[in-house]
């Protein structure tokens, strides 16, 4: 069983910056692929970012492709996005899962954190 709990968000002006947090309890942490997937009001979930148990493989969504970057330090049970460039088109519940292995899709993950909201005033 792993626990998610994400922080981070708030509302940043077009071209800021913020760094989402999510911290994970139990002691397997580093043995889950980690995710980051976000979700605006009407629109379905959609994948963000994700990050290999090692932190040796990352892939990301083609839309932030260059301006994000997801990261984990398994000595902290925590992994993070980095949120740079970021446009109001961006504004959105970010969430964080893991999951046995990499994937694209929400399916993929078990365990899933509460959100955090993220907006971007133009």
């Known amino acids: 069983q792993v626990q998610l709990v994400e922080s981070g968000g708030g509302l940043v002006q077009a071209g800021g910056s913020l760094r989402l947090s999510c911290a994970a309890s139990?002691?397997?942490?580093?043995?889950?692929?980690m995710g980051w997937f976000r979700q605006a009001p009407g629109k379905e979930r959609d994948f963000v970012a994700g990050?290999?148990?090692?932190?040796?493989?990352?892939r990301y969504a083609d839309s932030v492709k260059g301006r994000f970057t997801i990261s984990r330090d398994n000595a902290k049970n925590t992994v993070y996005l980095q949120m740079n460039s970021l446009r109001p088109e961006d504004t959105a519940v970010y969430y964080c899962?893991?999951?046995?292995?990499?994937?694209?899709?929400?399916?993929?993950?078990?365990?899933w954190g509460q959100g955090t909201q993220v907006t971007v005033s133009s």
């Open positions: 990050v290999s148990w090692s932190g040796g493989s990352t």
């Open positions: 139990g002691r397997t942490f580093s043995s889950y692929a």
């Open positions: 899962a893991a999951g046995p292995a990499p994937s694209y899709y929400s399916l993929g993950f078990d365990y």
